[in-house]
């Protein structure tokens, strides 16, 4: 039997399936340090007139927290405690997060190596994502942001409406992070040889990757954009494509969204 449906020439032509359009949506952008995430996701929130929330910006001041209050990195039950007495929130601007620890706005000191490599360090205790993650969660519960992290797409919103994930070789990831200390910090960048921030960079990926409690790796219905041989600007245009063809909007229907 043909079990081909006609169309009864009486009745209108249905139209075509129409791709719902996401109003509020949840973008998720993943991947090691250095690959250009942060750049990719102030843009993409400014371009999208969404809020951009920087994940890692947490564990570092968590990470700040627990050194200040010299404890050991590798006290778990210490950190667990501390992690009960410690409220951390993230206040988006133009220029980026503002990080508030306990009240206190502590931003600029979340870039210094030793906090750095701490944040890398308690991100790896199953107690501590746990938090997090329930943070994170009730941060992004409205919609309407672009989350930066290790593991958004896979643990934090599985059920993202875009997911990224951002990578690049870790000599390029390297390099670019040698630059960045030479543009923000250009007294310790002399201190330092280029490949010893490689070597901390591969140090920390290792940690993140082999973590038992939600490595860094993509989603499996990520999106891959591989910046090793792209520009900033590229990788941006790129990124902001792939969301315009998940969306099924851009900022120029953003009348149409009521916006
Ligand atoms: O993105 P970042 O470099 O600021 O992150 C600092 C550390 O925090 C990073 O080494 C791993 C950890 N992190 C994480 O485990 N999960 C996230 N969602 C974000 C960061």
């Given at each position: ?14 139209p ?23 750049t ?7 371009h ?38 410690t ?34 360090r308690?991100?790896?205790y ?23 992290g290790?593991d958004?797409?896979?643990v934090?919103f599985?059920?993202?409406?875009v997911k990224?994930?951002?990578?690049a ?8 992070r ?15 040889q ?17 973590r038992?409690?939600?490595?860094l ?10 910046s ?13 494509a ?11 229907q ?6």
């Amino acid at each position: 039997m043909n079990t081909e449906t006609i169309h009864d020439p009486s009745q209108p032509v249905p139209p075509p399936a129409a791709r719902p359009v996401i109003l509020s949506p949840i973008i998720a952008i993943d991947g090691p340090a250095g690959a250009g995430k942060s750049t990719v996701a102030r843009h993409l929130a400014r371009h999208f007139g969404l809020l951009n929330l920087e994940t890692g910006a947490m564990y570092r001041a968590f990470a700040l927290k627990a050194l200040s209050a010299n404890l050991s990195l590798q006290d778990i039950p210490a950190l667990v405690e501390l992690s009960h007495r410690t409220s951390i929130s993230l206040v988006p601007t133009d220029a980026g997060n503002l990080v508030f620890l306990d009240g206190a706005d502590v931003t600029s000191q979340l870039r210094e190596p030793a906090v750095t490599d701490g944040a890398s360090r308690v991100s790896v205790y199953p107690q501590i994502r746990a938090w997090m993650v329930a943070l994170q969660q009730e941060l992004g519960a409205q919609g309407g942001v672009v989350m930066e992290g290790r593991d958004i797409g896979t643990v934090v919103f599985p059920h993202a409406d875009v997911k990224i994930f951002l990578d690049a070789a870790p000599e390029v990831r390297g390099l670019r992070r040698y630059e960045q200390l030479g543009q923000l910090d250009p007294e310790t960048a002399a201190e330092v040889q280029p490949e010893e921030v490689v070597r901390e960079l591969r140090a920390r990926d290792d940690r993140d990757r082999n973590r038992a409690d939600s490595p860094l790796k993509a989603a499996e219905d990520a999106v891959l954009l591989d910046s090793t041989k792209l520009t900033l600007e590229e990788v941006v245009a790129q990124a902001e494509a792939i969301v315009t063809e998940k969306l099924g909007w851009s900022p120029a229907q953003e009348s149409d969204r009521g916006c």
